[in-house]
């Protein structure tokens, strides 16, 4: 990489903002309406955003319309939507049989304050579809689905700690800030209790002897939860046998096994991580999509560990119920949504689909880098895609790329400066994605999407390049 000042000194003028960068200026003069918007957030909003990933350098997009795969900002601009809600949206923005279905929920009524027909027909729709699904409990949200299915698994088990992997993100409450993206030491972020994060142990993904060796020392473990196919979607893999395994080891120790499904619901086969695996879990936390990208979540799993939320399973057996109120558990619009998703997703090939098209975007983009000679690679399995920027300047082949001879510091590490400037580069072609550069397939992507994505990747590239950053 060039070094930056040298680079500064002959780029050319300087923009509005005080950078020197070619591509920063063709972004702000394509997004006017984004930049005016992202001022005026500052006076309300910390960091003027509403969630810490539409931090972007100089700033996010603002989004007026989406329709199937794509979104459009405020200034008209169309992009390929590569976020997809965050991955809620496999059938797309605005799917007619979801929206018809939100529309006439929302005739009805967005709040009952009692049970509705609804609850019943979207817990249904989960069981038809999740192997271990035999009681459903909803929450509003995912963290607050694996909030609930570890105060479950302490309860049922009667013990305290906690076994997770490092890089694995299930939410942001307080059992799971330490080991995501720092204090990989266990040690606790800023508000929350000592005790709290000391009562996780955050092992080395994949590493199955760690999970021995923790058993074998600590006989207080009540669950063990894990994205189960890697942290991010896979950004850093995980294969079936892991999961077979640590399925096969907490059943000996009498240990929970906890899915997060949040991401991989309904993304990995229609049953999920654990149908594409054959492992059944305890408990499992289900999002985004199960709410057809309406706001709500779901823990589902055993009966016996769920009946500590029944009000007639507690008494009978003399033990103290765990409360769970919340307003919005099993919104009927959200129910509707979650009705309609699930009910397509149950009786097409949508997430077939999907899967299918992010193959064919993997291997586009990696032989662009190929004729490219760029060292990086697109990987990932079902319907996401990843891009390893090879922090420590391996000698790779894009179409040969292998993940999983690579650490887990290694395929999170990108540089930061350069993903950004690639992600806004990506931007000004039309190309939206996360911020890890990976984002996730839907079912109304096209093969026309993918060779325009493979074309924008060119075009950002070549920016990179004309700035001396590649």
Request: hydrophobic share 45%; proline share 4%.
């Given at each position: 990489?060039a070094?930056?000042d040298q680079?500064?000194?002959?780029?050319?003028?300087?923009?509005s903002?005080?950078?020197?960068?070619?591509i920063?200026?063709a972004?702000?003069?394509?997004?006017?309406?984004?930049?005016?918007?992202?001022a005026a957030?500052?006076d309300?909003?910390?960091?003027?955003?509403?969630?810490?990933?539409?931090?972007?350098d100089?700033?996010?997009?603002?989004i007026?319309?989406?329709?199937g795969?794509y979104k459009w900002?405020?200034?008209?601009?169309?992009?390929?939507d590569?976020?997809?809600?965050?991955?809620?949206?496999i059938?797309?923005?605005?799917?007619?049989?979801?929206?018809?279905?939100?529309?006439e929920?929302?005739?009805?009524g967005?709040q009952?304050g009692?049970?509705?027909a609804g609850?019943?027909?979207?817990?249904?729709?989960?069981?038809?579809l999740?192997?271990?699904a035999?009681?459903?409990?909803?929450?509003s949200?995912?963290t607050e689905a694996?909030?609930?299915?570890?105060?479950?698994?302490?309860?049922?088990?009667g013990?305290?700690?906690?076994?997770r992997?490092?890089?694995?993100?299930?939410?942001?409450?307080?059992?799971?800030?330490?080991?995501y993206?720092?204090h990989?030491?266990?040690?606790p972020?800023?508000?929350?209790?000592d005790g709290?994060?000391?009562a996780?142990l955050?092992?080395?993904?994949?590493?199955i002897?760690?999970?021995?060796?923790?058993?074998a020392?600590?006989?207080?473990i009540?669950?063990?939860?894990?994205?189960?196919?890697?942290?991010?979607f896979?950004?850093?893999?995980?294969?079936a046998?892991?999961s077979?395994?640590?399925?096969?080891?907490c059943?000996?120790?009498?240990?929970?096994l906890?899915f997060?499904?949040?991401?991989?619901?309904?993304r990995?086969?229609?049953?999920?991580?654990?149908?594409?695996?054959?492992?059944r879990p305890?408990?499992s936390?289900?999002?985004?999509?199960?709410a057809?990208?309406?706001?709500?979540a779901?823990?589902a799993?055993?009966?016996?560990?769920?009946?500590?939320?029944?009000?007639?399973a507690?008494?009978a057996?003399?033990?103290?119920k765990?409360?769970?109120?919340?307003t919005?558990?099993?919104?009927?619009v959200?129910?509707?949504a979650?009705?309609?998703?699930l009910?397509i997703?149950?009786?097409?090939?949508?997430?077939?689909r999907?899967?299918?098209?992010?193959?064919?975007?993997?291997?586009?983009?990696?032989?662009?880098?190929?004729?490219?000679?760029?060292?990086?690679?697109?990987?990932?399995?079902f319907?996401?895609f990843?891009?390893?920027?090879?922090p420590?300047?391996r000698?790779?082949?894009?179409v040969?790329?292998?993940?999983?001879?690579?650490?887990?510091?290694e395929?999170k590490?990108?540089?930061?400066?350069?993903?950004?400037?690639?992600r806004?580069?990506?931007?000004?072609?039309?190309?939206?994605?996360?911020?890890r550069?990976?984002?996730?397939?839907?079912a109304t992507?096209?093969?026309?999407?993918?060779a325009?994505?493979a074309?924008g990747?060119a075009g950002?590239?070549?920016m990179?390049?004309?700035?001396?950053?590649?």
């Amino acid at each position: 990489m060039a070094d930056l000042d040298q680079h500064n000194a002959v780029i050319g003028p300087v923009d509005s903002a005080g950078t020197n960068s070619r591509i920063v200026s063709a972004y702000r003069a394509r997004t006017p309406g984004s930049r005016e918007l992202a001022a005026a957030a500052q006076d309300y909003l910390p960091s003027g955003i509403a969630h810490d990933s539409r931090h972007v350098d100089p700033y996010g997009l603002y989004i007026d319309r989406a329709a199937g795969p794509y979104k459009w900002d405020v200034d008209g601009n169309r992009y390929i939507d590569f976020f997809g809600g965050h991955g809620a949206l496999i059938l797309g923005h605005g799917h007619k049989v979801v929206t018809a279905a939100v529309g006439e929920a929302l005739a009805r009524g967005t709040q009952f304050g009692a049970s509705h027909a609804g609850e019943i027909a979207w817990a249904a729709a989960i069981r038809r579809l999740v192997p271990g699904a035999e009681r459903v409990r909803f929450t509003s949200s995912g963290t607050e689905a694996t909030l609930m299915a570890l105060r479950l698994a302490r309860a049922f088990t009667g013990r305290d700690r906690l076994v997770r992997f490092l890089g694995h993100f299930h939410g942001w409450h307080d059992h799971m800030t330490s080991g995501y993206t720092n204090h990989f030491d266990g040690s606790p972020t800023p508000g929350v209790l000592d005790g709290v994060a000391q009562a996780s142990l955050l092992l080395p993904p994949g590493d199955i002897a760690a999970v021995r060796a923790a058993f074998a020392a600590h006989d207080d473990i009540a669950a063990v939860i894990l994205e189960p196919t890697g942290s991010s979607f896979g950004q850093v893999p995980l294969d079936a046998a892991f999961s077979q395994e640590l399925r096969a080891l907490c059943d000996a120790h009498g240990v929970l096994l906890v899915f997060d499904e949040v991401v991989t619901g309904f993304r990995a086969t229609k049953g999920g991580a654990q149908a594409a695996f054959g492992v059944r879990p305890d408990l499992s936390s289900f999002a985004k999509i199960v709410a057809g990208g309406m706001p709500g979540a779901a823990v589902a799993g055993r009966k016996d560990i769920l009946d500590l939320l029944d009000f007639a399973a507690t008494a009978a057996a003399g033990r103290e119920k765990i409360g769970h109120p919340g307003t919005f558990n099993a919104n009927p619009v959200s129910a509707a949504a979650g009705i309609a998703a699930l009910g397509i997703l149950a009786e097409t090939d949508a997430a077939d689909r999907a899967i299918a098209t992010a193959g064919r975007l993997r291997q586009a983009v990696n032989e662009l880098l190929a004729r490219e000679g760029v060292p990086w690679a697109v990987y990932g399995t079902f319907s996401g895609f990843h891009l390893f920027m090879n922090p420590e300047r391996r000698e790779v082949d894009p179409v040969e790329f292998d993940a999983s001879a690579c650490s887990m510091m290694e395929l999170k590490a990108q540089p930061k400066h350069l993903a950004q400037r690639l992600r806004v580069a990506l931007m000004v072609h039309g190309i939206d994605t996360n911020g890890r550069i990976g984002g996730f397939t839907s079912a109304t992507h096209t093969d026309d999407d993918v060779a325009e994505t493979a074309a924008g990747f060119a075009g950002a590239i070549a920016m990179l390049r004309a700035e001396g950053e590649l």
